[in-house]
């Protein structure tokens, strides 16, 4: 089952408004597999994830999540998918009216109702272990950093031991050792648990540490799609540009 | 010596720990969790085992973690900090006088907040725009059209129904005896004096009064408080002024409107019940209603514009938290709201009855 298919997404077109977001996108996710969509900002990648996890409805088009439909589904059909997946949004998402562990322990109750105190409170602790917070248990999300709160999002995500999980910029504004931390984490968490891990992010060395496979966005059009090693080295302008951090013409220094 | 046999999950973890739980009790023995048959184990199956250590460790017996191979073994790795921590400290508890202590200090200093919000309002208000430091003219119109004009509906429709029932009530008491046409008066007085103004201040402070402190709340989230202070710019000139001066613009207006929508509503009631002509019941309404009258209630509702304002801003600035604290500072400054405008108006109803007769 190594090569199974997770997620497909089949000509993926979709629009705020009016203007087009997403056109014809097309990717897929095997198991086991460290997938990092990249791209600059605006360029759509968070709502493609959005897609992914059936919080954003396309125009057209098909995402497949274990061979099932999300696109055509209704709430009741994809609630107990959504159970298998794992998400931490961009700004962590948290629940500011409740501690980090009633935030990791929400999800653990909803699925397992008749789960004793004390076993729940050592799961939470394991999973705020994993990400380096077991200190902040009974902190609330506004005591914390913002890299903490994006550990503590990491954690919720992680509570129901997700087959895959989705992180929206996981390591954007963590200082260089907490975004190691994370990335280890992330290679960790696909070795030990056999995690599939989707990560939207344009941190180029996390990019470079964890990625297997990059899927690369350009104004809603996929404009790379293969493994870490020919992104590095395509030729294609946009991605080589985007790889040697070169700016836009109408950024650059006039006399540089 | 405890032998897992298979994957370590909730199922086998619970057997686990049952099995040890004995031993504990008894104090007797070390512990040795055999873990060589395990090839895989889940995130509950880790918590079992973390509970079997910490329950051991409470009790001073020793554990053992023998045999993992794999990938259990790696993961026991990367969790043996967490498993053999002592849990995070829980939340002290605040004693009686502690509690006292702090309520009375948080008090206190929140006064002094409030102190020195109402100093830069009224300053950047009153006396900025009067030596040329410039008022946000379309902010301050922008702010009026939303406070004012459309709360005019509302605010005319509560008061008008307010009227009816008002004399509907009068005219129950009064018209056994006779006197049927004073109700005309009642409401008229009631309206001028009383009802226009704090009617109006109580619609407004839930419709415009919440407002004020949810979107100040959610500047102060959202760091765009910070952003102006870091811009150089003084929130009081540029938020607080700017809605000070509308609602001290419109609150006069709107009372006007509500006044006349109670008479209104008297009206109506006092010609279909007692069948007396419109023109008699106005006339009775104008003879009866000084200048003084309006007065008192022009008087009331500016103050309680200026209440219903600096109470939003208060309590939207000094929100603690996100979302949930942005909800609190909003109940909490409607309830403030209406508190001090009955406070102010019960202060007024002393004022004028002892001292300006």
Redesign the interface.
């Known amino acids: 089952m190594a090569n199974e298919t997770i997620v497909e997404v089949r000509n993926l077109t979709t629009h705020y408004g009016e203007a087009l977001v997403l056109d014809g996108v097309s990717m897929e996710v095997r198991r086991g597999e460290i997938v990092v969509i990249l791209g600059g900002s605006g360029c759509g990648k968070s709502t493609l994830l959005k897609h992914m996890i059936g919080l954003l409805r396309p125009t057209s088009g098909e995402i497949l999540l274990w061979g099932q439909d999300i696109a055509r589904m209704d709430e009741d059909q994809l609630r107990p998918m959504l159970t298998r997946v794992g998400i931490s949004f961009q700004s962590g998402g948290l629940f500011n009216s409740m501690t980090v562990g009633e935030n990791v322990a929400l999800p653990i109750k909803e699925k397992n109702p008749d789960i004793d105190r004390e076993t729940l409170d050592m799961l939470v602790r394991i999973k705020l272990g994993l990400v380096g917070l077991s200190a902040a248990v009974n902190k609330t999300p506004g005591e914390l950093s913002g890299g903490m709160k994006k550990r503590a999002g990491v954690a919720r995500a992680l509570a129901l031991d997700p087959e895959i999980l989705f992180l929206d910029e996981p390591s954007a504004g963590l200082d260089p050792i907490m975004a190691a931390g994370l990335d280890q984490l992330i290679l960790n968490l696909r070795h030990l648990l056999g995690i599939t891990v989707v990560v939207v992010t344009h941190e180029l060395d996390s990019i470079k540490e964890i990625a297997d496979t990059a899927v690369m966005l350009d104004k809603g059009r996929v404009i790379f799609n293969g493994r870490l090693d020919e992104a590095l080295e395509s030729d294609h302008p946009r991605v080589s540009q985007f790889f040697q951090r070169k700016p836009d013409a109408h950024i650059a220094p006039r006399n540089a | 010596m405890i032998r897992v046999e298979g994957d370590l999950t909730d199922q086998t973890g619970r057997e686990m720990f049952a099995a040890a739980q004995g031993c504990i009790r008894r104090k007797a023995c070390e512990i040795t969790v055999d873990l060589s048959s395990v090839k895989n184990m ?3 199956g ?3 085992l ?2 079997l250590m ?1 329950n051991a460790r409470l009790k001073k017996v020793n554990v053992e973690i023998s045999g993992a191979t794999g ?1 259990a073994a ?2 026991l790795d ?2 043996a ?3 053999s ?1 002592e ?5 002290r508890r605040i004693g009686l006088f502690e509690d006292i202590g702090g309520t009375f200090l948080n008090a206190l200093s929140e006064a002094r907040e409030a102190f020195e919000l109402v100093i830069e309002a009224v300053y950047w208000a009153v006396i900025g725009p009067l030596t040329g430091k410039g008022l946000r003219i379309e902010n301050t119109l922008d702010e009026m059209h939303e406070m004012g004009v459309r709360a005019v509906g509302i605010v005319c429709l509560i008061n008008f129904l307010l009227g009816l029932i008002i004399a509907m009530l009068s005219i129950a008491q009064v018209e056994p005896f006779g006197l049927g046409i004073y109700v005309a008066t009642v409401v008229v007085i009631g309206f001028a004096r009383e009802l226009g103004a704090v009617m109006t201040a109580v619609v407004v402070s839930a419709r415009s009064g919440a407002a004020i402190a949810a979107e100040m709340a959610t500047m102060v989230v959202q760091e765009e408080i910070d952003s102006l202070r870091g811009m150089g710019l003084n929130p009081a000139r540029f938020l607080v002024a700017p809605k000070l001066v509308a609602m001290i613009a419109v609150m006069p207006c709107l009372t006007v409107l509500a006044m006349f929508s109670g008479v209104a509503g008297g009206t109506l009631v006092g010609v279909v019940l007692l069948k007396i002509s419109t023109n008699l019941w106005l006339q009775q309404t104008q003879t009866y209603l000084k200048a003084g009258d309006i007065a008192q209630g022009l008087i009331k509702c500016v103050v309680f514009a200026f209440v219903i304002t600096l109470v939003g801003c208060h309590n939207g600035l000094r929100v ?6 942005v909800g609190l500072a909003t109940t909490r400054s409607v309830v403030m709201d209406i508190f001090f405008i009955i406070v102010a108006d019960m202060i007024f109803a002393i004022l004028f009855y002892f001292v300006f007769k």
């Open positions: 889940d995130s509950l880790g918590a079992w973390g509970r910490a990938q790696e993961l990367m969790l900090p967490t498993l921590a849990p995070a400290p829980g939340t603690k938290g996100g979302a949930r604290g």
